[in-house]
């Protein structure tokens, strides 16, 4: 049994029960803390096998604002957030540029006044992303493939935070909300900057039934 927690995904076949830590010998027991995806009639959970953190898969955003300027330091300090991890393209700068506006410059400042840890968490496998962190003082982790954890899990442990402790904030439902949950971080939502191809508008309208119910249900819909 492997110890630690390894960023790769199991996936259970429905019915198949997880077997609790206390049918193991306990005389050799190591703690086996690798997320397993299983299914049943309510619907998805994400599960370690130690039984402790139990997650629901879910496509619905804890906050939804404007921009990523909007989320202030405050806002996450009364959340106990000290890291937060940014998408980038169509988060921090749209797909057709790297240059971010004065604004985003000056709330990478205000972040790191106010002690937040900031790092981009891309599933971009472009240079232009390292290129852009390193010209601007941010930490990254690239091939992140969200909504898988591994990106997610790899920037939790280089920061030593926990995820009730993080949040993430990016502009694709199926990707950045959805990872963020099953990692358990607070998972923020910002309208993408520019949806300039026809897939990203395409994928924007598949995501607006979820945006719609996370607004009318137990969401937190910030405006500004």
Known sequence: ????????????????????????????????????????AKGFILSYENGRCPMRFSLLPKLILPSVVSVTPKLLQDRHITLLMLDFDNTIVPYTTNVPTEAVLQW??????????????????????????????????????????????????????????????????????????????????????????FWLKLRHIAELPFIFAARGRRIEYEKH
């Open 108 to 197: 990478f400042q205000a972040m790191q006044k106010a002690g937040i840890a900031l790092c981009v968490v891309s599933n971009s496998k472009n240079s232009r992303v390292p290129a852009f962190c390193e010209k601007y003082g941010l930490s990254c982790v690239t091939h992140a493939k969200k909504p898988f954890s591994s990106g997610i899990q790899a920037c939790l442990a280089r920061f030593s935070v926990l995820p009730t402790n993080s949040a993430l904030v990016g502009d694709q439902i199926f990707t950045d909300t959805l990872g963020a949950n099953c990692a358990g971080l607070t998972s923020i939502l910002v309208p993408a900057i520019h949806n300039h191809t």
């Open 1 to 40: 049994m492997q110890t630690g927690r390894p960023s790769t995904l199991r996936f259970l076949p429905p019915r198949q029960p997880i077997l609790p830590l206390s049918t193991q010998n306990k005389a050799n027991q190591t703690m086996d803390n690798t997320p397993i995806l299983c299914y049943n």
